[in-house]
Nanobody, 127 residues
């Protein structure tokens, strides 16, 4: 099985920056890892994905140019660097791991394509 542990969420002022981390452990290797978020009263939405095999990335339009997803292969950890934060970025951020398709171009945005999830970390952006 797989355990995903997120960290780094906290209260930050608008315009500030945060870096979230997600460490994966267990017997399943990631093919793709992603970040999703869920604001109060809203559905969980895609934020960013990173293909573990080829290193390619994908972003939601709402965060493109502000957020960057990276990885440390040796640590089996994915990061989400968030800059120029806005109050509308306030949400619980979840890390997800997909292990279905061994492909250099696989970057799903549908949460149903992911097999394992972390417990979430709260990000609050004050105005």
């Amino acid at each position: 099985q797989v355990q995903l542990v997120e960290s780094g969420g906290r209260l930050v002022q608008a315009g500030g920056s945060l870096r979230l981390s997600c460490a994966a452990s267990g017997t399943v290797s990631p093919y793709v890892m992603a970040w999703f978020r869920q604001a109060p009263g809203e559905e969980r939405e895609f934020v960013a994905a990173l293909n573990w095999i080829g290193g390619g990335t994908s972003y939601a339009d709402s965060v493109k140019g502000r957020f960057t997803v990276t990885r440390d292969i040796a640590l089996n950890t994915v990061y989400l660097q968030m800059n120029s934060l806005k109050p509308e970025d306030t949400a619980v951020y979840y890390c997800a791991l997909g292990h279905r398709y061994y492909s250099r171009t696989y970057l799903p945005k549908d949460q149903d394509e992911y097999d394992y999830w972390g417990q979430g970390t709260q990000v609050t952006v004050s105005s």
